[in-house]
């Protein structure tokens, strides 16, 4: 389906049902973009002929915008949004204390999700809407999720807390003042997700990880066109899809085309040599 025959439907979606039924929602505010598009990609999956070719995290849960503006306001701040120093809201981020009624809440997720490592992940109001992307712009985090649940708790909470203080990092000021946007404009919701992949001994990481783009907007030759489609893919987690590193890029529309070229040491010099992964007996992201 084109995209944009989905904008009209998706612009009045609503995810938030589906997180509840699910008994996945924390808060009562905004989801954000990615819980939104998520959700409505769930949707649209369930019964399709697609189904059964698509493996889904069992569960996503989401905080809402709800418990964002709680924190700030029951942190004492608001003085945030005027705020360059970094550094300074980092560790306001950090030391913030959170209120006893979310870790009642958060209990719930890491029962959820004891035996396996999780993915903290950004769903601000304006992250991957069909006129904004944001892509790369806010933080995701992993965490083990092993030990004992005072430590696990401490890992979800502190990961958390850096994906709502990657609302103020000078990148995503500067994208949202470029689009018009101020900072009271933008709230953060949170996604927690598992990790995909398998345990390998001590090591946990799927054998490939990817992003797919609908559109190539640097192409190698005349024989794609700008709408066939585009995968990034890595071995390990998908980390490596998004930080610049040699990942495998494959047109949909010619997947043997490699945009370095067919020589040897081309392809050798742009080829994945290092893949990330989660240790578990340390419970660290490597």
């Given at each position: ?14 995810g938030?049902?589906l997180?509840?039924e699910?008994?996945c929602l924390?808060?009562d505010?905004?989801?954000g973009?990615?819980g939104?598009?998520l959700?409505?990609?769930f949707?649209h999956?369930?019964?399709s002929e697609?189904?059964?070719?698509v493996v889904?995290p069992?569960k996503t849960?989401v905080?809402?915008t709800?418990?964002?503006y709680?924190?700030?306001?029951h942190?004492?701040?608001e ?9 300074k809201?980092n ?5 913030g204390e959170i ?10 997720v890491?029962?959820a999700?004891?035996e ?9 109001m ?7 992307s944001f892509a790369g ?10 030990f004992?649940r005072?430590?696990r708790m401490?890992?979800?909470t502190d990961g958390?807390k ?8 000078p990148?995503a000021?500067a994208?949202r ?25 001590d090591y946990?990481?799927p054998e490939l ?11 190698p030759?005349?024989?794609v066109k ?6 990034r ?6 980390t490596?899809t998004?930080?610049?590193?040699h990942?495998?890029l494959?047109?949909?529309s010619?997947?043997n085309l ?6 040897a ?6 080829s ?6 989660m240790d578990?007996?340390?419970g660290?992201?490597?």
């Amino acid at each position: 389906m084109p995209r944009q025959d989905i904008w009209i439907p998706y612009k009045d979606f609503d995810g938030k049902p589906l997180y509840k039924e699910q008994g996945c929602l924390i808060g009562d505010g905004n989801i954000g973009g990615k819980g939104k598009g998520l959700a409505f990609a769930f949707e649209h999956l369930v019964g399709s002929e697609l189904e059964k070719d698509v493996v889904l995290p069992a569960k996503t849960y989401v905080v809402t915008t709800e418990i964002f503006y709680d924190f700030i306001e029951h942190n004492d701040m608001e003085w945030i949004y005027d705020e360059t120093d970094l550094d300074k809201i980092n560790r306001a981020f950090s030391s913030g204390e959170i209120r006893p009624s979310l870790i009642s809440e958060l209990d719930k997720v890491i029962d959820a999700f004891w035996e396996v490592p999780i993915a903290i992940r950004s769903s601000s109001m304006l992250e991957d809407s069909h006129l904004l992307s944001f892509a790369g712009k806010y933080f995701t985090t992993f965490a083990a999720n092993v030990f004992d649940r005072a430590w696990r708790m401490r890992e979800l909470t502190d990961g958390i807390k850096a994906v709502w203080a990657s609302l103020y990092n000078p990148a995503a000021r500067a994208y949202r003042a470029k689009h018009g946007y101020t900072d009271r404009d933008e709230a953060m919701a949170v996604l927690v997700q598992p990790l995909m992949g398998k345990r390998h001994e001590d090591y946990f990481y799927p054998e490939l990880a990817g992003t797919i783009f609908s559109k190539v907007y640097r192409r190698p030759s005349p024989r794609v066109k700008k709408e066939d489609g585009v995968i990034r893919f890595c071995f390990g987690l998908g980390t490596r899809t998004v930080d610049r590193s040699h990942a495998r890029l494959m047109y949909l529309s010619n997947p043997n085309l490699r945009s370095e070229g067919t020589l040897a040491r081309d392809v050798a010099q742009y080829s994945q040599e290092h893949f990330d992964y989660m240790d578990c007996r340390f419970g660290a992201f490597v």
